[in-house]
């Protein structure tokens, strides 16, 4: 079995930073594209940022500038470093994987989440 564990969610003044963390585990052959997503209240599940297994990143518009993901692939985690928070960034924030396991099959695997909540 794949899980993925999310860290690092809290509560955080606006204006603040926090870096939440998303590691793979179980039996993993290969890990190309990893993400954040995440979904506020009353909101829909919305991309954060992703990266490819070479490092290419991609940005919602909303979080460009504020917030980094990086990924060190010799421990299967992502990362995203978000800085600069607001109350608008409230939300759960899940990371996914796009993974092959050991069997060799390839699917997209989610962690259960990580709560942000930034007050102001």
């Known amino acids: 079995q794949v899980q993925l564990v999310e860290s690092g969610g809290g509560l955080v003044l606006s204006g603040g930073s926090l870096r939440l963390s998303c590691q793979a585990s179980?039996?993993?052959?290969?890990?190309?594209?990893m993400g954040w997503y995440r979904q506020g209240p009353g909101q829909q599940r919305e991309l954060v940022a992703s990266i490819t297994n070479s490092g290419t990143t991609n940005y919602a518009d909303s979080v460009k500038d504020r917030f980094t993901i990086s990924r060190d692939n010799a421990k299967n985690t992502v990362y995203l470093d978000m800085n600069n928070l607001k109350p608008e960034d409230t939300a759960v924030y899940s990371c996914?994987?796009?993974?092959?396991?050991?069997?060799?099959?390839?699917?997209?695997?989610w962690g259960k989440g990580t709560l942000v909540v930034v007050s102001s």
């Open positions: 996914n994987a796009d993974l092959m396991s050991g069997d060799f099959s390839i699917k997209v695997y």
């Open positions: 179980g039996s993993i052959f290969s890990i190309y594209d």
